[in-house]
């Protein structure tokens, strides 16, 4: 069974910066596309970020340059740097394992893992 916990999420002042991480246990993540998604109240579910095993990433366009992910296979945990955090930031961020951000690096992967999610929220 497939793990994924998110950690790092809190409250920051805009113009801040955060930095989440995603434990994964139950598989080994090397071989695996990473990503991570957000979701703020009443909106859909957005990419923001996603990397391939040998580190091809891609970013949502309004993230580029405030955002960074990274990935450690060795530690079986993928990071997601964010700086410059802004009100609309505000939102549930979730780490994927899988098919959904293999889609955003038009990969393809028969696996979908989702984590629990954690709370960013960016107020004064």
């Known amino acids: 069974q497939v793990q994924l916990v998110e950690s790092g999420g809190g409250l920051v002042q805009p113009g801040g910066s955060l930095r989440l991480s995603c434990a994964a246990s139950?598989?080994?993540?090397?071989?695996?596309?990473m990503g991570w998604f957000r979701q703020a109240p009443g909106k859909q579910r957005e990419l923001v970020a996603a990397?391939?095993?040998?580190?091809?990433?891609n970013y949502a366009d309004s993230l580029k340059g405030r955002f960074t992910i990274s990935r450690d296979n060795a530690k079986n945990t993928m990071y997601l740097q964010m700086n410059s955090l802004k009100p609309e930031d505000t939102a549930v961020y979730y780490c994927?394992?899988?098919?959904?951000?293999?889609?955003?690096?038009?990969?393809?992967?028969?696996?979908?893992?989702w984590g629990q999610g954690t709370q960013v929220t960016v107020s004064s």
């Open positions: 994927n394992v899988g098919r959904s951000a293999a889609q955003a690096l038009g990969l393809i992967d028969p696996n979908d893992y």
């Open positions: 139950g598989t080994i993540i090397r071989i695996y596309t």
């Open positions: 990397i391939t095993s040998i580190g091809r990433t």
